[in-house]
T-cell receptor, first 115, second 116 residues
Framework: GAVVSQHPSWVICKSGTSVKIECRSL??????MFWYRQFPKQSLMLMAT?????????EQGVEKDKFLINHASLTLSTLTVTSAHPEDSSFYIC???????????FGPGTRLTVT | AQTVTQSQPEMSVQEAETVTLSCTYD???????LFWYKQPPSRQMILVIR??????QNATENRFSVNFQKAAKSFSLKISDSQLGDTAMYFC?????????????FGDGTTLTVKP
């Protein structure tokens, strides 16, 4: 149980375009989803927290207009990187939690390369 | 704000031996959860073990055990009978129990290499 999927697992896009990453909880309803960014051999950096039906809460220094997060349902959250630039290339990880648990369930991550 | 410190960026151990990864944290809260996550080369985050702060007994999961010292704010992970598949980056994480589905604070990680 408690499986989280991400799609796509790997995406290459051209500079200036937008790319959407999906995060789905497959067998449970996620009241909260988290989006992280991770550079090689570094820790996870929390970008934002999203609750179903509410606006996402962004961490300090994260551009809201660049990283659009939508948590449309209890099983789906999306991260859209708008007007992507090479410096946005990174590994993006989502995780999901429920109100009945103090545990986060992680997706497998998405590798974004902007050329 | 909580902080989590992992003072060992890299460690190595011989297969079948025991290794301990260190983690210290700083918080003013009394109720919280501590976690160790493993991130192998696939980069999938895997929960290794969880400790509830109000429980004095140290958590164990097969070859993995923790030494939780609440007063010292220390939470080390011991891996016994190390296996090649244990090679990964390990993250210590803190989560407050005051808010359900709250965010976690992660340490910088320790890269563990198990040598044959």
């Amino acid at each position: 149980g408690a499986v989280v999927s991400q799609h796509p697992s790997w995406v290459i896009c051209k500079s200036g375009t937008s790319v959407k990453i999906e995060c789905r909880s497959l067998d449970f309803q996620a009241t909260t989803m988290f989006w992280y960014r991770q550079f090689p051999k570094q820790s996870l950096m929390l970008m934002a927290t999203s609750n179903e039906g509410s606006k996402a809460t962004y961490e300090q220094g994260v551009e809201k207009d660049k990283f659009l997060i939508n948590h449309a349902s209890l099983t789906l959250s999306t991260l859209t990187v708008t007007s992507a630039h090479p410096e946005d290339s990174s590994f993006y990880i989502c995780s999901a939690s429920t109100d009945s648990s103090y545990e986060q369930y992680f997706g497998p991550g998405t590798r974004l390369t902007v050329t | 704000a909580q902080t989590v410190t992992q003072s060992q960026p890299e460690m190595s151990v011989q297969e079948a031996e025991t290794v301990t990864l260190s983690c210290t944290y700083d918080t003013s809260e009394n109720n919280y959860y501590l976690f160790w996550y493993k991130q192998p080369p696939s980069r999938q985050m895997i929960l290794v073990i969880r400790q509830e702060a109000y429980k004095q007994q140290n958590a164990t999961e097969n070859r993995f055990s923790v030494n939780f010292q609440k007063a010292a704010k220390s939470f080390s992970l011991k891996i016994s009978d190390s296996q090649l598949g244990d090679t990964a980056m390990y993250f210590c994480a803190f989560m407050s129990a005051s808010v359900r589905a709250g965010k976690s604070t992660f340490g910088d990680g320790t890269t563990l290499t198990v040598k044959p």
